[in-house]
């Protein structure tokens, strides 16, 4: 199920963008702009000829002479990025990478790692990878790669290393607590599935955290959902939380699917483009795993860096009455991208239609407002860099949402201890019954789609 083409003849998909983009907290103001008048044949070829003529001079005239190839894939750049925040050219290497991050997949070791006083300490092997296989342990250092020394490389640098083409070789010395010697692997890369859902269970409740819509989102929760009924025998969990906090979005259809995995009917997501293929409607239907969870209480988590496809999800279960809304307002991303590939010129990422949730809102700009407002205690340090007004903020953003726009910031900030996540603790006190509001459970008063 795919929303918008994946203008390519052998596969479909469709993104928005990755990333919550860094913007200064003022909104543009787009109402005044006039409708621009259709353009005839001979002035648009008058203006390709005034750019030919621009380049001709570039390259005869510049003080040094220029790359003509950087040239045209700037100006590619250039006229892309005027139409809208999001529209974008993409050099090959940039290309591939979307590629990656979008499927959940690259080559690599399987490990999951952080900095830790200059070294890299494994958190987690991933299991079934070369790393579980060879032996690698949670708690292990890495200080060498391929014979070069880990201490002095940033964290990104060393998992670049780490990473690379599947079926190549890489050579690691690790330092483990209780061995005297390093610990010498030669692993081979393969392809690694990075986990899109993590589950953690408090008492009764399990807790599913998305981190963003990749290809492996809907199968993370699925199996997140499989493991609440392992853990306790077959037996429904007293509620569950989706933590879309600070999750940037991803694959639409991936949205459509996690959406479908609570609800059993109704309208999902609509999307309305200027040329027909890109309008659509998507909807939900009954299956075992809807079904397996209809009576299981839902909380859904989001923040101001919940967005795009993030938005889909709060705004269909909000929607629907599926579920209850906690936290702050959501980033207000409410347009879709297509990728479109251009061959070995690398893609295009082009802004093709406006989605909305099922009681026709669109959020462009305005974001997803929760059901409860629930807000975190800043540290100081933190406090006036914790908040970002969002899509709202972006110059050359779209507009024409439903809502009123956002004028105000709203905080990405999340603890990284559950005891001080005021968001969480509310979530589990609802659930809980430690807490009352009209909003939870929610009252179905009308029928969304």
Sequence with gaps: MRLTPFRTAVSAAVL?????ACAPLVAQDKAAVPAVEPRTPDEIYSDLSLFGEVF?????????APDERQLIHAALQGMLTSLDPHSSYMEPIDYADVQEDTTGQFG????????????????????????????????????????????GLTLDQAVEKMRGQVGTKIKITVIREGVNEPLQFELTRDIIATRAARLSMEGDVGVIRLARFSEQAFVGIQKAIDDVYKQRNGVPPKGLILDLRNNPGGLVDQAVFVSDAFLKQGAVVLTRGRIESESARYDAKPDALDQRIADVPLVVLINGGSASAAEIVAGALQDHKRATVVGTRSFGKGSVQSIIPL?????????????????????????????????????????GRDEIL????????IGGGTEEQATVGSSVYVPADKEKDNQLQYALKLING????PAYPPKVDRVAG
């Design 108 to 151: 690599g070791l399987g490990i999951e790692v952080q900095m830790e006083e200059g070294v890299i300490k494994v958190v987690s092997p991933i299991d079934d990878t070369p790393a579980a296989k060879a032996g690698i342990l949670a708690g292990d250092f890495i200080v060498e790669l391929d014979g070069t020394q880990v201490q």
């Design 56 to 64: 001709d001079r570039i390259r005869a005239e510049y003080v040094e």
């Design 343 to 383: 061959g070995a010129d690398g893609a295009m990422r082009l802004t093709t239609a406006r989605y909305y949730t099922p009681n026709n809102r669109s959020i462009q700009a305005a974001g997803i407002q929760p059901d409860i407002v629930v807000t975190q205690d800043v540290p100081d340090e933190f406090k």
């Design 434 to 437: 430690e807490e009352t509001d």
């Design 16 to 20: 928005f963008a990755l990333g919550v």
């Design 390 to 397: 969002g899509e709202a903020a972006l110059p050359g953003q």
